[in-house]
Structures are given as C-alpha cells and as structure tokens.
C-alpha cells in the first residue's frame, strides 16, 4: 500500500499566520492527491482536490501544490475557523489512503 | 440540497453483523461512484470501500472478506454490510461522494461484548 507521510503532526499557528503542511507519498501518485479539513466532531470537508484545485466555496487562502512526492496545502492569512485537523488522501491505487492527519493549535 | 444521511450504527457484539444505510438526496448514488470512510475514537481517516458507477467494488485490506458495499439505485442509498465484527471495526462510519466532496454526519458503530 502507498504510505502517505504527513508533517508536522501537530503545528502551532496565530490568526494572520501562513501555514505550510506537507504530504509525501512512498511512491508515484500523479496528481491524485486531495486535501480534506475536519474540526472536531464535525465530518471532513474537502479543501483541494488533485492536488492544486480549489473545491468550489472554500476560501482562497486555501491552495494546495506539488506533483510527487511531495504536496503542500498552504493556509494564508490563518482565521479562527481553520484551527482543525487536515488530512491528505491518494486515491491512485488502491487501498486508497490517507496521511495521519496534521492538526492546527 | 445535496445531502447524505447514514444510518444503522450501534453496539453490537464481537463476531456480529451490522448494516449501514447511507440515503442520498439532491444526486443520485448511481451516476457517482461512492465510497465508506471509517474513523476510530480518536483516531486519523481510514478509507474502507468504493462502489464505482459501473458496479466495481474495492476493499482495504482490514475489511476485505468481511464487508460488502453495494447500493440500491431505486432508492438513492448506499450501503455497508458488515460481517464477523471485531473491537478494531469500532469507529464512525462516514459515507462520501466521489473525490469525497459530499459527507453524511457520520454514524456510530461500537462492537464490545
């Protein structure tokens, strides 16, 4: 199965601040690699799909990028609705999987 | 509105069956390929199962053999059967839409004797 690393597990951020989280996959993925946003006891959201493309009515100060691999999700200009839990998905082969999850505090 | 409601979530003992429903509105489950995501107390996202439009199905290793997806066209639902369940299946089991752009809220299944 691919091994989907995220870093860093957990950051600590500021309202204002950029937020840089990383996603690298143990082998090629293409671009099949999407961004998902859950705050607590809520379901996950997704942020960015294959790779770089913003998910129609999520802020612009979400964006994603790279093609393997590693991936970026980037938060500028962090708001208080964004202190959640991220995660990346590879959906290239099957079993499909997701990084381990990088929690904003 | 587009909208994905589960339901059939519980506690249920080890070596038990259970069925989960996932009702679609707003779409229909058979123009999408649709998938179950599962979410352990406290845990990260794990993927479990994809229904692709043309009836494909596909399996994390952890449930393959034990569980079935499959999905009801004429009534607009996805479904999860799962069979010899084990304290490990405990977890919220969520239901999404293709590239998981559309999430239910999710329904409970605690397997404890």
């Known amino acids: 199965a691919i091994q989907m690393t995220q870093s860093p597990s957990s950051l600590s951020a500021s309202v204002g601040d950029r937020v840089t989280i990383t996603c690298r996959a143990s082998q090629v993925i293409r671009n099949d690699l999407h961004w998902y946003q859950q705050r607590p006891g809520k379901a996950p959201q997704l942020l960015i799909y294959r790779a770089s493309s913003l998910q129609s009515g999520v802020p612009s100060r979400f964006s994603g990028s790279g093609s393997g691999p590693d991936f970026t999700l980037t938060i500028s200009n962090l708001q208080p609705e964004d202190f959640a839990t991220y995660y990346c998905l590879q959906d290239y082969n099957f079993p499909w999987t997701f990084g381990q999850g990088t929690k904003v505090e | 509105e587009v909208q994905l409601v589960e339901s059939g979530g519980g506690l249920i003992q080890p070596g038990g069956s259970l069925r989960l429903s996932c009702a679609a509105s707003?779409?229909?489950?058979?123009?999408?390929?649709m998938n179950w995501v599962r979410q352990a107390p406290g845990q990260g996202l794990e993927w479990v199962s994809v229904i692709y439009t043309g009836g494909r199905t596909f399996y994390a290793d952890s449930v393959k053999g034990r569980f079935t997806i499959s999905r009801d066209n004429s009534k607009n639902t996805l479904y999860l059967q799962m069979n010899s369940l084990t304290a490990e299946d405990t977890a919220i089991y969520y239901c999404?839409?293709?590239?998981?752009?559309?999430w239910g809220q999710g329904t409970t299944v605690t397997v404890s004797s």
């Open positions: 707003g779409f229909s489950v058979s123009n999408n390929f």
């Open positions: 999404a839409r293709d590239t998981m752009d559309v």
